[in-house]
């Protein structure tokens, strides 16, 4: 197995008014990972406004308009490296109405940082973050608890923070939470432990994310191999060859291992395990390669190869929790696509059971879905799916709805099994 | 058993073959869009890497401005005879003279206008991807836009109203005539591409390393003599040792002074230095904020 420690992708939750751009900013800056010419325009840009120093949190604002707006309105990618570690931020907005931006992030994350400003404690927002990260399955938490500065770094307001938000976590079985105090704007406890903060003993928010161990983030029991792509040269050296393309989701493989072939059920053995520069014995996810097998089966794009006896759910009608993301309402008597591992299948949402009050987490009876909205549905395709659940295996049970007529992805899925 | 660790170079490798495989198999007709350029060097082995003993499920193609370093179209060629794929150009020159493209100057830059030969060429071939070498990490409106970025009829890029991108599924559908550009290297910065031209050993063309070559001064950079680029008014001639960190137009590229002879001395350089590529090597994106944004909206790469 693999020692995957190389890449961490992460999001940062919090408005603008908890110092989240700050954070951002000061990560990079203190990583070293600003280049001189982007603190020269951030630099200007602050005098500009009629500040004085260097705003930091310009350095995250991407398009025109938010420039013009002073707000965030995308999710935006970041990148720095350590020599431990390359890190992906997915810097996402706080406001409300960007909950579809925040599940958009956190569909890749490893880690969420909910940032929580010490003066205001847990907040609804705050809460409505910590919901998001349980629903998405981000697989470790920090709450930030910023601003220590402005109360004058007391050890039991951040204690009564932790409290507060312990509890609420408690019901949402978030687990895997780190509660750090910290001052964004000073630096203290983000890359530098700083001089304020001596009574709180444990790692700085760097140190964590250099460390933070993320080998089993990924699923690593359950061998599942969409097929991506049929390699048939038929050249006259390989007249007869067919490689299986794509991507392990989860689990790992060896050559000689017993597999099956879903939906149809067939089974044969792993004959290769191909790479570019050569065969290997045994891969493991996230790797992408080429297999072939020991039997002449009818393989296409959409099929998966499973291990023999480890076998996921075939189904033609499942329940799932969906994050609506389109301007363009549900309309519940319509054909919709979904796209579910390398499958394209026609869906309809059969049933909405209740929408999720994101702030009180309260069921509401709906007729139909508008952005933003969280619900659990019932769906029926018209060809079967090969699926998990998603708690058990993020890459297999996730999926996203595609309206056949504009095109768009209108929705983000998340299959449950009861 | 895998005995050597999971790396980065090995995660955003899979990352960028599994969407290269996507394209392939969803995509009806797509074109991978090769300059010469380090980025699409890098893509080209990521695509023998997804394909393999296949052939690319792909053309090549390079809009060729006619203002390109002659090392890189020389290396061009003859990296793709070596792959024994096949390679469309279209030029510029073809659109100034259909009247597509009205230029002020001949030496102007003509970065810009690659758009609308780039858009020429994708109508005449009916492409609907187009895979390209671009990374977020290049400029600000970059770090916004999707791994699939879809473009309307006429070839434009709304930033407002992208599709939202979740996990790794991609939704690659187009309607006739629209087009997606599809970024596998996304999430690489430039550390990241030479470090994997390093482990992968990759070829380059030869502007890349430190050289000696006839320079002028002009604005905040460096700008290589050529029949396009001659002093003006009190600029004088000097001898620098130089590389350059892009590879574009010849009127408008700027080395910068080095003497990274190699590609490990380059990973050394790179992994210090203080400016951002392209505010280092590109006039056309230092005229404001917000250069970048406009011309991709314009249908630029």
Redesign the interface.
Known sequence: ???????LRFITAGSVDDGKSTLIGRLLHDSKSI????LT?ITN?TRKRGSEGVDLSLLT?????E?EQGIT???????F?TPK??F?IADTPGHEQYT??M??GA??ANLAIILIDARKGVLTQSRRHAYLTSLVGIPHLVVAVNKMDLVDYSQSVFERICKDFAAFAENLKLHNITYIPMSALNGDMVVERGDHLNWYQNSTLMDLLENVSIEDDINRDDFRFPV??V???QTKE?HD?R?Y???IESGSMRVGDNVTLLPSGLTSRIKEIL??EGP?????A???ITLTIEDHLDIS?GDMLVKTGDTPRISKAFDAMVCW?SEQPLDPSRKYLI????RVVKAIISRIDYRVDVNTLDHETVNTLNMNDIAHVGLKVQLPIVCDDYAHN??TG???I?DESS???VA?GMISLA | ??NH???????????A??IM??V??ECANPVLLFSGGKDSIVLLRLA????????F?FPLMHIDTEHNFPEVIEFRDHRVKELGERLIVRSMEDSIKKGRVVLRSENQSRNAFQSVTLLDAIAEFKFDACIGGAR??EE??R??ERIFSFRDEFGQWD??N????????Y?T???PGENIRVFPI??W?E??VWEYISRENLEVPKIYFAHTREVIRRATGLLPVSHLVQPQGGERIEQMTVRFRTVGDMSCTCPVESDAANVDEIIAETAL????ER??TRMDDQTS??SM??RKKEGYF
């Open positions: 197995m693999f020692d995957q420690t190389g890449l280049f001189e010419d982007q325009s840009t604002d991407g398009l025109q308009a420039r309105i995308d999710v935006a990618y970041r990148y490296a570690r390359k992906i579809r931006n599940v958009t569909s890749t991506q792509w390699c048939r040269p390989l060859f490689g393309m794509g991507r790479r570019y290997i014995d045994e891969a493991s996230p790797q992408s794009r993301l796209k579910h591992t390398t993020r890459a996730c999926f996203i595609i095109n768009n992805t983000a | 058993m895998n660790p999971f790396t980065h170079l090995d995660a955003l490798e899979s990352e073959i599994h495989r996507e392939a198999a023998e890497k997804a394909f393999r003993p296949g052939r499920p977020r990490d600000k409106a770090a916004k930033p407002k992208q599709r939202p991108e979740l996990w790794d599924i939704n559908r187009t309607h996304s999430n910065t550390l990241d230095t203080r400016i951002t505010g280092a904020d917000a944004e406009l």
